[in-house]
């Protein structure tokens, strides 16, 4: 950890007041680069040398990471960074902030966001891995960026919900389907609680269809939804929406819930939703239940 993030540390987690901040506007490319445009980082006139400081917000489980990118006069007024795909941004939130010479940082406004390239993404996944970074207005206006690195990841795409169960459709990169790959659904309290599901598989495409009673046949409890590209014998990957421009889906893609009739637990609702961090899980819950 640099000495700047350790000062910042006590703040990492806090928005600031963003009223006299300066603005940067981000382009994404489909690779998973994001370049920056600041206007006016430090005092008028100022010829030191000036930094785009992403600070990731602390939680109780990490150390305090920090990238610090060069901003280079861009030729228009506005100071340039990028950060291109081959930097590794590891999982969670950026603050973002200016930084002339050895002064204090000031938290960045976002200006434009320009994340066209992110819409429909479909890497090639030869690297192995999928990086996504989107930029970000928090609530309290200021610039953030959401990050992602899977390796491998596997992507949902469209959702059916017919009677008591879902029809899912996704892509895997970064590894191959075998004829032993299959999904399957954890119960998130009991880690060791699972229950399989056959895919079609396609390629690196493929689909399954999950009902939902044998889940609700264990009572009220979310359920995280993964991927087994080679079965028992190899890697389980989380299955997540993240090649598009949207950086917090809980709120955005809703899907209905449907009622569940058990022997023992009585009739619970059951559905579909995403977690904070963009994953697929199934609800199941009371009827008429809340979250």
């Known amino acids: 950890m640099t000495a700047l993030a350790t000062s ?16 940067a506007d981000c382009i994404a490319d489909s690779a998973g680069g994001l370049t920056f445009d600041v206007t006016d980082p430090g005092e ?24 610090r990118l060069p901003l280079t006069p861009s030729g228009d007024g506005r100071l340039r960074a990028a950060l291109p795909s081959s ?34 993404r479909a890497p090639s996944g030869s690297r192995g891995h999928v990086a996504v970074r989107i930029p970000y207005a928090t609530k309290q206006g200021n610039l953030s960026v959401r990050s992602w690195r899977r390796a491998p990841h596997a992507e949902t795409g469209e ?58 046949e264990n009572g009220a409890g979310p359920w995280d939804l993964w991927l087994r590209p080679a079965g028992e014998s190899g890697p389980r990957v989380r299955l997540a929406r993240l090649l598009d421009d949207v950086p917090d ?9 449907v ?13 579909p939703y995403y977690t904070l961090d963009n994953d697929l899980s199934v609800r199941i819950r009371e009827a008429g239940g809340k979250g």
């Not at 200016?98 to 966001?113: T, W």
């Not at 889906?249 to 819930?257: A, E, G, L, M, Q």
Request: net charge negative; aromatic share 6%.
């Open 249 to 257: 889906k809980k709120t955005i893609f809703t899907y209905p819930v």
């Open 87 to 120: 930097v590794e941004l590891a999982e969670g939130r950026w603050n973002a902030y200016a930084q002339v010479a050895g002064g204090e940082p000031r938290r960045l406004m976002p200006g434009v966001n320009d994340l066209r390239s992110l819409v429909d």
């Open 44 to 67: 008028p006139g100022t010829e030191e040398v000036a930094h785009l400081l992403l600070l990731r917000r602390r939680d109780a489980d990490s150390a305090e990471d920090d990238v």
């Open 159 to 216: 959702m059916e919900i017919t009677g008591t169960a879902m029809t899912v459709q996704g892509r895997v990169y970064g590894t191959a389907l075998t004829d032993a790959a299959y999904a399957e659904a954890v119960r998130r309290d009991e880690p060791d609680l699972a229950h399989r599901v056959e895919i079609t598989a396609e390629g690196p495409a493929f689909s399954f269809a999950l009902r939902y009673g044998p889940l609700a």
């Open 8 to 23: 910042q540390a006590s703040h990492a987690g806090d928005d600031q007041e963003a009223s006299e901040a300066p603005r």
């Open 259 to 271: 009622p569940c009739a058990t022997a023992e637990h009585g009739t619970l609702e059951a559905g």
